[in-house]
């Protein structure tokens, strides 16, 4: 009679172990101090540059005649705004005809006083005399010559030309307007916006995390996908009695041209707290029923899963406020698969 054997089976070990040689393969990263930096989203719009903006005033009175450019015109240094039909003008094409008549007669008569005097036929005090009137006569050339330049003219009118490159952000002026050259209010106004000012619009509750030299981030409306980067140079000390907001400035360049005057903008400034802490990668995070975790190394092939409180995130970093303290050693690599694997153990 064959009795029955029984074979018993040893027990396996059904638990994940991590071991020195998977350990090695993962990419580990180490758990940072830093100061915590938050992100404000503000509004705020394009304004020229004070220091490359120029105001155009008459330097004569007349009436307009000819307006060659528009509001938004791109204009070279030197060209013709406007022209202008100017009695003034007139008056001093004439100042300027005679000072060289003038000058041409005086200069005449003292090279004749110089051959009379030394040939005899005149004294020393006729030769200074018509010395004296040659160098009036040059000096008032020179003053008239001057004011030519200054009051650039064309077949008798008065021609207004643009003082820098630019854009023409203002224009108050139309064919047959009178203009008088005491009159307070300009003519063109032209902008260098090679370079622009975005000004930031901070409320009350935002003043005291926006600080000077701050980063910020710049898109617009009109391109969404373009991101203009600079820092904040100033935070105006008043608060705008309609808007109950104070502006912060930030200047950046402008290539191309795109940015241009009064355009919306909004702004993502990170903005640096008095607070510090353990700040990780946001790659490195597991998030799973509702929760955050992390798999910290401790020791020699030993991984654990350590849930963690999520401070606040600002791009690629998580700022962390449990959980994690600054040295720590944290996975980077396959941590999705490593937290499978020992999460139910």
Do not use: W
Not at 35 to 61: H, R, Y
Not at 180 to 185: C, K, L, P, Q
Not at 204 to 216: A, C, F, L, M, R
């Amino acid at each position: 009679m064959l009795g029955c054997h029984h074979t018993v089976e040893e027990p396996k070990d059904l638990n994940f172990h991590v071991t020195d040689s998977l350990l090695k393969s993962l990419i580990i990263d180490t758990v940072q101090d830093a100061k915590a930096i938050s992100e404000i989203t503000l509004t705020g719009s394009i304004a020229p540059d004070e220091n490359k903006i120029v105001k155009v005033f008459p330097m004569v009175s007349g009436i307009v005649e000819d307006v060659h450019v528009q509001l938004g015109d791109v204009v070279s240094k030197g060209q013709t705004l406007a022209i202008m039909r100017s009695a003034e003008m007139a008056g001093y094409n004439k100042d300027y005809i005679s000072a060289a008549a003038d000058l041409r007669s005086a200069k005449r008569a003292y090279e004749s006083e110089q051959e009379m005097y030394k040939s005899g036929l005149a004294s020393q005090k006729d030769m200074e005399d018509a010395q004296s009137d040659y160098e009036k006569a040059q000096a008032e050339s020179k003053r008239v010559a001057a004011v030519m330049q200054i009051n650039i003219g064309v077949g008798g009118g008065y021609e207004i030309k643009a003082p820098i490159s630019g854009f023409v952000i203002e224009k108050n002026v139309n064919n047959s307007t009178q203009v008088r050259a005491d009159n307070s209010e300009n003519l063109f106004t032209i902008a260098d916006l090679s370079s622009v000012y975005v000004l930031i619009n901070v409320y009350e509750s935002d003043i005291s995390s926006v600080k000077v030299g701050d980063n910020v981030k710049i898109t617009t409306l009109s391109y969404p996908d373009k991101v203009f980067n600079g820092k904040v140079d100033k935070i105006d000390n008043m608060l705008d009695p309609d808007t109950k907001v104070i502006h912060a400035r930030v200047k950046i360049d402008n290539p191309g041209n795109l940015l241009k005057p009064d355009m919306f903008a909004s702004i993502r400034i990170k903005a640096t707290s008095g607070e510090t802490l353990p700040v990780i990668n946001t790659g490195t995070i597991v998030f799973d029923n509702d929760k955050n975790y992390v798999l910290v190394v401790d020791g020699k092939a030993h991984v654990s899963i350590k849930e963690i409180t999520i401070a606040k995130k600002v791009e690629n970093r998580a700022y962390i406020s449990n959980g994690v303290k600054p040295g720590d050693l944290i996975v980077a690599s396959r941590q999705v698969y490593l937290y499978e694997s020992l999460k139910d153990q």
